[in-house]
Nanobody, 122 residues
Framework: HVQLVESGGGSVQAGGTLTLNCTASGFTDKMGWFRQAPGKEREGVACHYWRVLITDYADAVKGRFTISHDRAKKTVSLRMNSLKPEDSGLYYC???????????????????WGQGTQVTVS
């Protein structure tokens, strides 16, 4: 079982920047960030395959959010620039160790989930 530990959430003013980090306790094939706002369904934000060097982003965050990784630390970071109030929500880190599946932005393709970290933009 892979444990995921998230950090970096908090409150920021609109237009500001926040960086989320997620560290995995073991091997994963892909890691991603998802978010859920009150009254909304969980949606994919950004994701990354470790071995095939593929990333994907939700249309709503393209050009503003950047996912990056540190292989040695088994850590994926999400730098969120130009934050908007609409970006507020509970952000979850997710991971899977089931191999390459060609889809890292869909939440139902992930096995492991972090506890979530709150992001509030005002």
């Amino acid at each position: 079982h892979v444990q995921l530990v998230e950090s970096g959430g908090g409150s920021v003013q609109a237009g500001g920047t926040l960086t989320l980090n997620c560290t995995a306790s073991g091997f994963t094939d892909k890691m991603g960030w998802f978010r859920q706002a009150p009254g909304k369904e969980r949606e994919g934000v950004a994701c990354h395959y470790w071995r095939v060097l593929i990333t994907d982003y939700a249309d709503a965050v393209k050009g503003r959010f950047t996912i990056s990784h540190d292989r040695a630390k088994k850590t994926v970071s999400l730098r969120m620039n130009s934050l908007k109030p609409e970006d507020s929500g509970l952000y979850y880190c997710a991971a899977s160790d089931t191999g390459f599946d060609g889809d890292c932005i869909s939440s139902d393709t992930y096995v492991y989930w972090g506890q979530g970290t709150q992001v509030t933009v005002s």
